[in-house]
């Protein structure tokens, strides 16, 4: 039998219990300037954490107000710029950096046996321009509100009368932020794997972070220069975008498309190496088909990029445009069932265990193969002709970005807590609030996709009375889903002062992650490992580590 | 702080949307009014398929999680096997083929789309923030949210917007198509019901885009020849009440003080207002001239407050003839 890390004695405690990096050195600047990779991807997730939290409340006031056709609350300038909140916080600042900057700060570099990232300080700064954009964003709301959506689709952008270059500057320094994680990333992934880690042992957690790089890093300059264009245009009147000007108003669409057709998977890429990782562990089987769910993630990298014009079949781009960009969106459903497949297949003669990451998980299988489904129905031309604009897009991408991305990151959260807190939440909680917010997220998108094949417009402050009982329902649903989300949050925190204490391996994992002791120490490991055999062998499972307390 | 983001109480409650016909309890989709069948038969087809593969994958995944469930800590897996070469290449030629048929049938779909008949009769529509205006062939009429249309004729249609991004969409005719400034967009249906229809505004642009909403009729063609788009009131204040009601009417109260976003009608006609011109401030007294000015080139002269306001878009004789122009007039010399 192989052993992977002889090195790393887990079970007698010597090298843990005195420190690890929550505790090794204390004091505001100790977090403020820290290189700690771990200490990093924490201070992310708190601030992705409350992003979620105010892009969440603005989506409770959007559902609120559609509670009645006339618009229950809300002026109809105060319901648009509540939407275009919502929209802007979510996509910008939590799902895009959500998994790859929290968790995959956190854990990339511990799947990769290596001390840190491979350019710790470019880290940190990474982080800083997160926050100098989460600044601006609420700088933005201060000074008036923004009410463009978050497509800042011109020339409604460029004449409305409202905070758009404050938050262009925050999307702009936002999207450095993610290239520089995203370089990072790469360089880390090729420069610090462990001795004999080759690229088909690594685990497909690390292979999904590195594909989402290569998008952040070629993909999201195209948005920073849209925005500035886009400023420009409203500071200078230089007529690109604007067709008064003699500018084109397509073009600003065709951009804006290119960045956030691949944004899409920059989102989902890190949410499927997460499924990967827990459906593996929690199910004590190697993953079905690993070399095939790898290449389609880089597959779907690629693809990603020539499919941004199935976002405008309706915008009068040419038959043979609308032709390529059909046939290509096709292309991507593809890789996409090989890993849905893939996941369903390693389930298949597990060893399951039914524990909250592993629920979140079985929901996110179910929710994400509604959401890919659908997509596939959007992406047949005469149809999506129909559909385009309706709230039957709407339930698309939520069933893709909150059911399947959110429900990821939830059960990534879940999967690595005990790895990075050292403490278990309250177990019987957990699997309430993924029940909860399972039944809330479907209540909430199943009426959206009734109303919006029957035509029921996205983005309307007010709407015809027939389309009434379809939002009342999806309203009912996010306030479901709203409590479970909220008591997700509750049980999670009080974990950090009331839990019991983790195992040193929780859940029986066999990736590197769990070969260091829990929670790591400062430089994770305490000598560098050496990796032999293959990955997710569990049969070098040394099971006395699931059932040793941290000390 | 943030009083002014609700609404008042006494706002008038405006739900003008008419009863589309196309009310169905139990279909996914609204019934289709036009000749363009195959987005459902595509819709409908694609629809079962991806029921199809949905159960397929919650069965395999609840057997699994029912048959294997972990019940002592150290179960190991009842199986280890990595890959099945034959079953992946089945999971990924069978979904291949499958998505190359509904593509190619999609394809052939919106390619019928794409060209209206020769026989189709012309229109043109033209969207502003936020009113739908409409121009009939060889008719100097035209008709504000209103659009009449003859059963089983051709109707094709030129698009043109007069300020930001709007789209054209009739759920029922299944059709859907932007309007962008500076370009000219066609789209074209036949309808084939009797009724009454929704036409929606399907991209954002702005305050009132979800108001920005037209009643399509669908009429016979002996209804259709009696042109029900020209009627016109012996009262003129009537006929510019309606055009209110249909262009200015989002902006511009009628009663009351002046807004945060426009100057009020009220007591308007015959008063001295500050203005600012090219820069400079003025005093002028407000008449037919300076009204006119306003519709045609509202740029002109800014009210005096209103100088970092959003800007009105003008209106041309195809939106406000001079004759709807003069009743416009009338209808504000009326409100004292």
């Known amino acids: ?551 | 702080m943030f009083a002014h983001l609700f609404q008042t109480p006494q706002e008038p409650q405006k739900s003008f949307y008419v009863a589309d016909q196309g009310v169905d309890a139990w279909g996914q989709l609204t019934p289709l009014a036009s000749t363009f069948d195959h987005v459902d038969h595509v819709f409908y087809f694609t629809m079962w398929m991806c029921v199809f593969f949905f159960v397929l994958i919650a069965a395999v995944l609840g057997w699994s999680v029912l048959k294997y469930r972990r019940v002592r800590f150290d179960q190991p897996a009842a199986s280890n096997v990595t890959h099945n070469t034959p079953l992946e290449v089945v999971w990924t030629v069978i979904p291949l083929i499958l998505v190359m048929i509904i593509f190619a049938w999609g394809w052939k779909g919106s390619l019928d789309m794409a060209v209206a008949p020769q026989d189709a009769r012309n229109y043109k529509a033209t969207a502003a923030q936020w009113s739908w205006t409409f121009r009939y062939h060889n008719d100097p009429g035209s008709s504000l949210n209103e659009l009449w249309l003859e059963v089983d004729k051709p109707a094709a249609f030129t698009l043109e917007s007069k300020d930001v991004l709007h789209a054209f969409f009739i759920p029922s005719m299944r059709c859907k198509r932007d309007v962008v400034p500076g370009r000219n967009q066609r789209i074209w249906f036949t309808p084939t019901r009797l009724g009454d229809y929704h036409l929606f505004c399907a991209e954002y642009c702005g305050k009132d885009h979800s108001l920005m909403y037209a009643k399509v009729h669908v009429v016979t063609a002996e209804q259709y020849g009696k042109r029900p788009w020209d009627t016109e009131d012996p009262d003129p204040k009537v006929n510019g009440q309606r055009t209110y009601e249909a262009l200015c009417k989002s902006c511009h109260a009628v009663a009351g003080p002046n807004t945060a976003i426009a100057p009020s009608w009220f007591g308007l006609y015959g008063k001295s207002e500050a203005v600012i011109e090219g820069g400079q401030e003025k005093t002028i007294t407000v008449d037919d001239a300076y009204l006119i000015e306003s519709i045609r080139n509202p740029s002109a002269k800014i009210v005096k407050g209103y100088e970092s306001a959003g800007r009105m878009s003008p209106f041309d004789q195809g939106q406000v003839s001079d004759r709807k122009l003069g009743f416009i007039i009338e209808y504000i010399k009326s409100l004292k």
Not at chain 1, 293 to 303: D, G, N, T, V
Not at chain 1, 535 to 545: A, C, G, K, N
């Open chain 1, 1 to 551: 039998m192989t052993t992977h890390t002889p090195h790393v004695d887990v079970h007698s405690g010597a090298h843990t219990g005195t420190t690890n990096y929550l505790n090794n050195t204390s004091g505001f600047m100790s977090w403020a300037g820290t290189l700690d990779h771990k200490r990093i991807g924490l201070m992310y997730l708190i601030g992705v954490s409350m992003a979620f939290l105010a892009g969440g409340i603005f989506a409770l006031l959007v559902r609120l107000h559609l509670w009645s056709p006339d618009g229950a609350l809300f002026t109809n300038e105060a319901y648009n710029q509540i939407f275009t909140l919502h929209g802007a916080f979510m996509v910008f600042l939590f799902v895009i950096p959500a998994i790859p900057a929290s968790l995959g700060n956190m854990v990339l570099p511990l799947m990769l046996g290596a001390k840190d990232v491979a350019l710790p300080r470019l880290n940190l700064l990474s982080f800083y321009l997160w926050v100098t954009g989460a600044a601006l964003a609420m700088y933005s709301i201060l000074a008036g509100g923004f009410d463009t959506g978050w497509t800042f689709y011109a020339p409604y952008s460029l004449y409305t009368n409202q905070a758009v270059i404050s938050i262009g500057l925050g999307i702009f320094i936002l999207g450095f932020s993610s290239i520089f994680t995203g370089l990072n990333f790469i360089v880390t992934t090729h420069k610090l794997r462990a001795p004999g880690l080759t690229w088909f042992r690594m685990p497909l957690f690390v292979w999904a972070i590195y594909a989402t790089s290569i998008l952040q890093v070629l993909a999201t300059p195209v948005l920073g220069i849209t925005v500035a264009l886009v400023a420009l245009e409203r500071t200078y009147h230089i007529g690109i975008f604007d067709p008064r000007l003699g500018g084109d108003p397509v073009l600003f669409e065709h951009f804006f498309w290119f960045y956030s057709h691949p944004a899409v998977y920059i989102m989902v890429l890190p949410a499927f190496g997460i499924i990967s990782e827990c459906v593996s562990v929690h199910s004590r089987k190697p993953l079905f088909g690993y070399k095939m769910i790898a290449f389609s993630s880089l597959a779907i990298a690629i693809i990603s990029f020539l499919v941004w014009g199935h976002h405008m079949f309706t915008s009068g781009q040419s038959t043979y445009a609308m032709f390529a960009f059909s046939f290509l969106t096709f292309f991507v459903a593809i890789p996409t069932a090989i890993k849905e497949f893939s996941w369903v297949a390693t389930v298949w003669k597990g060893s399951i265990d039914l524990n909250s990451p592993m629920l979140y998980t079985l929901a996110f299988l179910i929710i994400f193969a509604i959401g890919g489904l659908t997509g596939v129905i959007l992406g047949v031309l005469n149809v999506d002709i129909h559909l385009h604009d309706t709230y039957y897009v709407v339930a698309h991408f939520h069933y893709v970005m909150m059911g399947s991305i959110s429900l990821a990151f939830f059960a990534g959260l879940h999967h690595w807590w005990p790895k990075m807190f050292g403490v278990m939440y309250n177990e019987s909680l957990a699997k309430l609030a993924c029940a909860i917010i399972f039944i809330g997220f479907n209540a909430t998108f199943i009426p959206q996709f009734i109303m919006g094949s029957r035509g029921m417009p996205r983005r309307y402050a007010e709407y015809a009375a027939e389309y009434q009982p379809f939002h009342q329902a999806s309203t009912i649903g996010a306030m479901i889903l709203g409590c479970g989300v909220a008591l997700m949050f509750g049980y999670l925190l009080a974990s950090l002062f009331a839990g019991k204490k983790a195992m040193q391996n929780q859940w029986g994992g066999v990736t590197l992650d769990w070969m260091t002791p829990t929670p790591p120490p400062l430089e994770n490991f305490h000598q560098t490992p050496v990796w032999r055999g293959e990955v997710y062998d569990y049969s070098t499972l040394d099971l006395r580590s699931t059932q040793t307390p941290v000390s």
